[in-house]
């Protein structure tokens, strides 16, 4: 058999000059091992075709991450989950509309239509998720007058929702990020994931985004600053 080394002897330095190393040799597939997590975020009918802030194609999501997290020892879901009346809706700000912006105290804020309404059956996740060995449920955005689209910090930049304890204490360092949206939860979970001193993946077509103004291209070009690895559900090893 040829090793890698007489290949590219044999290819000479004009060819190998031209031709980038991964389309000679396949990465390998990642591993999810016993200190990875995938973060399986706000898979929830709210988010979903007929729901209030419906995602495009998001119930495409729902077989990639069954799929995908078979490979996990660790799972953990996420619930974006209001109050009535939460400031993050536009139905509370007089004369403003979905997808308008208004300055809080903390700083700008995205309006949406109310959704996920702890309780309501558009908070509830999606019936066709199936992962029933994941093991921790977080709920976020549940304080009035702060959103959080984070799993780790809310909106305020500061107030913990307690996952990066729960992941030290699980001796987690890789969490792999997929579910909804891309450019608000799933981004903004994966930037404090960064932060909180974890190695992260963001699995893009496990995900789909809302895209307002051009949120999606800024959240992966922040995503892609803060050292966040974007890679496919395929690069992932999933046994059979
Ligand atoms: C989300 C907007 C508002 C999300 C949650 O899950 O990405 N987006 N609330
Ligand atoms: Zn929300």
Known sequence: MLVRRQVLA?????????LAPSALFAAAPIKP???????????????????SLAVKEG?????????????????????DWHTPGHVSFASVH?????FETVDLPYGKQV?????????????????????????????KGFHKNVDSYSAFLEADGKTSTGLAGYLRGRKIKRVFVAGLATDFCVAWT?????????EVYVVEDAC????TQGSLAKAWADMAKAGVKRIQSADIAVSA
């Open 10 to 18: 044999m290819l000479g330095t004009t060819a190998l000059a031209t």
């Open 33 to 51: 091992d016993e200190a990875s997590a995938l973060l399986v975020i706000d898979v929830q009918n709210c988010f979903l075709p007929g729901g």
């Open 59 to 79: 119930e495409q999501v729902v077989p990639v991450i069954n799929k995908i997290s078979k490979a996990f020892a660790n799972v953990v879901l996420t619930q």
């Open 94 to 98: 007089s004369g403003k509309k979905p």
């Open 111 to 139: 309006l949406w239509p109310d959704h996920c309404v702890q309780g309501t059956e558009g908070a509830a996740l999606s019936k066709d998720l199936s992962i029933p060995h994941a093991e921790l449920i977080i709920r």
């Open 190 to 198: 994966a930037l404090d994931g960064r932060k909180a001193g974890f």
């Open 208 to 211: 789909r985004g809302i895209d």
